[in-house]
């Protein structure tokens, strides 16, 4: 069993998540834009990829649905790493300190099968991580607290030693609840403060 380690969240935690950084690239008007990802192609509809539904039902439903915007609802499909623009600044740094101080590292992510595999292999910093656990593989979500004792039970670990990090309070919470402690994230500076306070990572 592993006595300590860290677990990480993936989007807006380690890299940057908006469906705008790529419908802006395509949709010219404001207005438009808005319209678009709050009514059509929006974050909630996107969930339903990272809860499990096969990315191909999604769209074939939503371009019966809305017909006139067919192309931008395929480039959703085609180009969805475009929405992930690049790491949050300072934690891709954090994961290197991490591991080499020889920690364990972990994540738990809310993303779909499809997309996962679409953007796992452009980011050689996951080859730090011994094992990552995929909503939409899994077909469970965070804040299910069934999650999180998948991840205890698959990566081995002691909950009591371990430190999850996610930008969503309930996320936490859920980690909370199976006794492993947690983090709500907002920046790299306030996280590094917290990992050298809990002994991961020397000042």
């Not at 809860?51 to 931008?72: F, N, T, W």
């Not at 999180?148 to 990090?165: K, Q, S, T, V, W």
């Not at 996280?191 to 809990?198: F, G, K, P, T, Y």
Request: proline share 7%.
């Amino acid at each position: 069993m592993i006595d300590r380690c860290v677990i990480f969240d993936v989007g807006r935690v380690l890299f940057e998540w908006d469906l705008r950084h790529l419908f802006a690239k395509l949709i010219a008007d404001p207005a438009e834009l808005d319209h678009f990802v709050g009514n059509i192609v929006t974050p909630g509809w996107h969930f339903q990829h990272d809860a499990g539904r096969p990315i191909a039902d999604m769209v074939a439903e939503r371009k019966a649905e809305y017909p006139q915007h067919s192309a931008l609802i395929h480039a959703y499909a085609t180009r969805f790493n475009e929405s992930i623009p690049g790491p949050v600044p300072g934690s891709l740094e954090l994961v290197e300190r991490l591991d080499a101080a020889g920690v364990p590292l972990f994540a738990i992510t809310n993303f779909g099968h499809d997309f996962w595999h679409g953007f796992r292999p452009t980011q050689p910093v996951f080859d730090r991580f011994r094992d990552i656990i995929v909503s939409g593989t899994e077909k469970m979500m965070k804040p299910d607290p069934a999650i999180y004792a998948l991840a205890i039970e698959r990566f081995g670990i002691d909950p009591a030693g371990a430190f999850f990090i996610d930008d969503v309070a309930a996320n936490v919470a859920g980690a909370e609840s199976v006794g492993i402690a947690g983090h709500v994230f907002r920046d790299a500076a306030t996280l590094e403060r917290e990992l050298v306070a809990r002994a991961y990572l020397n000042p």
